[in-house]
């Protein structure tokens, strides 16, 4: 049972602890879970996070920047003043919970709707924003000599590459993708001006909102070496915009403000680099659908919400056009 | 001949009960998993009831872009390869009112409430 592992575990690396309540998956696949619990503690319950990979899939599969990897980048954002969730634990093998780390949970909303409708995020919404653009800028701003020297360098020549060979994989032609494989190719921006740390998932789901503003980014998993500009077009991506598709920014903001945010932060936009970024993001975003729908043929549990997902590559095909092809323009 | 109801019908009849009936009594993830199963039933009766006209259309058009007969698999795969190749691009006559085409067909079955779809479906400018 988790619980009694847990327990164990935060009374060795927690003074006063005494055990842990409620625990809960979050999120799990074959190969990482999330989960949530609560410490027990004499000045009160501390409300803890768990990430892990179970034991037997310790390796970071493909993309994946590894547990290890994500706890120490948390750890530096922290520290760069990015709204992060303190680390409080790495998981040891005396533990007996795999490998991985424990975090503080933080209160607030993930789910892109309730943040774009909820009146109590009224207030907050047209200011998020431009107080993106500053966290992107602190992301952007660690030092690289602190980075882990696992962290994987990715390029914009590398992306299309991976891209097309998953694409191509699938045996399913797209001309739609063809042409933004085309598009990508020509306007390949090469080499930024400075490589930095990029968060790699920077948009809703992975934001924690609260009615005050941002409070935690999550998840780098996908975090890597790169143009700090794709963290800015990851996150004007249409398939983030949750109907409000005026506006670019999570379909809460304009890239204006995103801009104003990053460049009031001390580092410079490059605005025609975004734009490459976007166009990725949404080719990207759809060969994610298409793969969803390949393991939905291949896995065995038949997920009805991972071939509804596949339907929805056609969504980033009409994204597409609307960027590369726009109607009523010669 | 198979007999009456239609697939499409049949598929809308479930959906419909499962909407009106069964979807307010179950909250969580099982509901959450309930919405995905009828849009699921939602999206076969579009593409039963809709899918076979578009298809005709974009087979032709492919084959006169083309130049070439086949079916829409194989014509589309011509397509896909042409454009990768660069002998075809927007520049080609056709090619983005036939990419317009196809994908609001596809989106008309796949997410006809997607904004973009909304948006472009109802432009009256006829200009793709």
């Known amino acids: 049972m988790i619980e009694a592992a847990l327990s164990r575990c935060v009374a060795r690396f927690m003074p006063g602890a005494t055990g842990v309540t409620g625990a809960a998956m979050l999120s799990g696949g074959a190969s990482q879970e999330t989960w949530r619990f609560d410490i027990v503690h004499p000045d009160g319950a501390i409300g803890a996070i768990l990430r892990r990979a179970p034991k037997g899939y310790g390796a970071a599969p493909g993309r994946a920047a590894g547990l290890d990897n994500e706890a120490a980048l948390m ?165 983030w915009r949750f109907g409000e598709i005026d506006k670019p920014v999570g379909g809460f903001g304009a890239r204006e403000d995103l801009f104003a945010g990053y460049e009031a932060a001390g580092r410079k936009v490059d605005a025609a680099r975004v734009m490459f970024w976007e166009v990725m993001g949404t080719l990207r975003w759809g060969v994610m659908c298409c793969g969803m729908m390949q393991r939905f043929r291949e896995a065995p549990d038949h997920s009805m919400e991972r071939a509804m997902i596949g339907r929805r590559a056609s969504e980033t095909e009409i994204d597409l056009l609307r960027l590369l092809a726009p109607r009523g323009a010669a | 001949m198979q007999d009456e109801p239609t697939p499409a019908e049949l598929a809308k009849a479930v959906a419909d009960f499962l909407r009106n009936d069964i979807a307010p009594l179950i909250s969580g993830h099982q509901g959450f998993k309930l919405r995905v199963g009828i849009n699921a039933l939602d999206l076969v009766a579009r593409q039963l009831t809709s899918a076979e006209q578009g298809e005709a259309a974009e087979l032709a058009r492919l084959k006169a872009l083309l130049a070439a007969d086949g079916s829409l698999s194989d014509l589309n795969r011509a397509l896909a390869d042409k454009i990768a190749s660069g002998a075809m691009d927007l520049s080609t006559p056709g090619l983005k009112e036939h990419l317009w085409q196809t994908t609001l067909d596809k989106l008309a079955v796949d997410q006809p409430n997607y904004a973009s779809y909304r948006r472009e479906a109802g432009r009256t400018d006829g200009d793709a």
Not at chain 1, 107 to 132: M, S
Not at chain 1, 185 to 203: K, Q, Y
Request: net charge negative.
């Open chain 1, 75 to 239: 750890q530096l954002a922290y520290e760069a003043g990015v709204p992060s969730p303190r680390v409080l634990h790495l998981l040891t093998p005396d533990d007996e919970l795999g490998t991985g780390f424990i975090m503080q949970r933080i209160e607030g909303e993930t789910i892109a709707r309730k943040i774009l409708r909820d009146a109590d995020f009224a207030d907050v919404r047209p200011h998020l924003a431009r107080q993106l653009g500053g966290i992107a800028a602190g992301i952007h701003g660690v030092a690289r000599d602190e980075l882990p020297t696992s962290l994987r360098e990715l390029s914009a020549t590398k992306e299309i590459a991976e891209l097309t060979r998953e694409y191509r994989s699938f045996g399913w032609p797209r001309p739609v993708f063809e042409l933004a494989l085309r598009w990508l190719a020509e306007h390949d921006p090469g080499p930024p001006a400075e490589v930095t740390l990029v968060h790699g998932d920077f948009r809703h789901g992975n934001l924690i909102i609260g009615p005050d503003g941002v409070r935690a980014v999550l998840d780098w998993e996908l975090a890597h070496l790169g143009d700090p500009m794709e963290d800015l077009g990851w996150i004007c991506v249409n398939s």
